[in-house]
């Protein structure tokens, strides 16, 4: 496939703006379609299998959502049409740390965290609509806080960042400053990696670097 030829329409399953903001970053046209998956089944196995089970359980909920609405892809029918989605977790010494639940859970986490390591695990997985075709990829990344003061975890945490971050802090945001060192991709630590999207894109058949001059 051609990317002077074909453009492809991603059905984005997030409503993260980190996401959205990576695909216009790509030039990649897309809709958002939120999966509203109950993600609690997964809560009990390890950070890099929950990360797997959930993105593509996220994406098998955005497929479904267009069965129940009769979804038929528009012509020109030769475009690609790819479901996307993503899901991230900090891991703790083997203890997966999503959303905190409140500003009390969100200081813990980060007070948790302060001059330690931990590890960033992300899964992408895409359904091609056409072809019927699931494809995933977990990437990891490992970033090391620096030592900070209770009160500078309390000031952030009144500016809202953290509460619907997995880690309770945005590595793309004020929680930058906390950052002392990332190892790996770090927009996997952001939550979609345009090296592991490309990667997946691929495997599908789709060869051409994610650039694109259709972007509307």
């Known amino acids: 496939m051609k990317n002077d030829s074909i453009r492809i329409h991603w059905l984005l399953g997030s409503s993260s703006q980190r996401r959205q903001a990576i695909l216009d970053m790509l030039g990649q046209t897309y809709h958002i379609r939120p999966s509203h998956l109950d993600e609690s089944f997964a809560k009990d196995y390890p950070p890099e ?22 979804f038929l892809i528009p012509t020109p029918n030769h475009q690609p049409w790819w479901i996307v989605t993503a899901d991230t977790l900090v891991d703790l010494d083997g203890t997966a740390i999503g959303k905190p639940s409140d ?23 895409i359904y091609d609509l056409k072809n019927h075709l699931l494809v995933s990829e977990t990437d990891c990344a490992k970033v090391t806080f620096a030592n900070i003061q209770r009160e500078d975890f309390v000031r952030y945490i009144a500016t809202g960042e953290p509460l619907d971050k997995a880690g309770a802090y945005a590595a793309q945001g004020m929680g930058a400053q906390f950052i002392e060192k990332v190892e790996g991709d770090f927009f996997t630590v952001m939550g979609l990696s345009p090296r592991v999207l490309w990667s997946l894109a691929k495997r599908i058949g789709y060869q051409e670097p994610l650039f694109s001059t259709f972007k509307s």
């Open 103 to 125: 500003a009390n859970e969100a200081l813990a986490t980060l007070m948790a965290l302060s001059g330690r390591s931990h590890l960033v695990w992300t899964c992408i997985a």
């Open 49 to 70: 299998k929950q990360v797997k089970l959930l993105a593509e359980a996220k994406a098998h909920a955005v497929y479904q959502q267009l069965q129940e609405e009769h």
